[in-house]
């Protein structure tokens, strides 16, 4: 079964960075879209960022526009967050998650359970 591993995760100022990679098997990943999400103490599972089947569409949240990029290699079945400027709000438990369609529409991509697969995430905590 299709199975994702989050990694890179740990505890970082503010105004440093991170990249968090996500590592799939049993599945065809080249034909997914992939997606990064976070989840707070107490808060909504909220969307992070998205891309389509090789990552030439992407969006992200307003919230990480212009600090935050998201990309894949097919070949090694990896999905990277490259997180920059990093915030202390940012601090959540970040997930990837994968559908098995190759260009998720823009509105399904926001919502939790338009995903099929999900990792059991990595923490990110950014002090002040």
């Known amino acids: 079964q299709v199975q994702l591993v989050e990694s890179g995760g740990g505890l970082v100022q503010a105004g440093d960075s991170l990249r968090l990679s996500c590592a799939a098997s049993?599945?065809?990943?080249?034909?997914?879209?992939m997606a990064w999400f976070r989840q707070a103490p107490g808060k909504e599972r909220e969307f992070v960022a998205v891309?389509?089947?090789?990552?030439?569409?992407?969006n992200y949240a307003d919230s990480v526009k212009g600090r935050f990029t998201i990309s894949r290699d097919n070949a090694k079945k990896l999905v990277y967050l490259q997180m920059n400027s990093l915030k202390p709000e940012d601090t959540a438990v970040y997930y990837c998650?994968?559908?098995?369609?190759?260009?998720?529409?823009?509105?399904?991509?926001?919502?939790?359970?338009?995903?099929?697969?999900w990792g059991q995430g990595t923490q990110v905590t950014v002090s002040s």
């Open positions: 049993g599945g065809t990943f080249s034909w997914y879209s």
């Open positions: 891309c389509n089947w090789n990552g030439g569409r992407t």
């Open positions: 998650a994968g559908k098995n369609f190759p260009d998720i529409s823009a509105i399904d991509s926001v919502v939790p359970v338009k995903y099929e697969y």
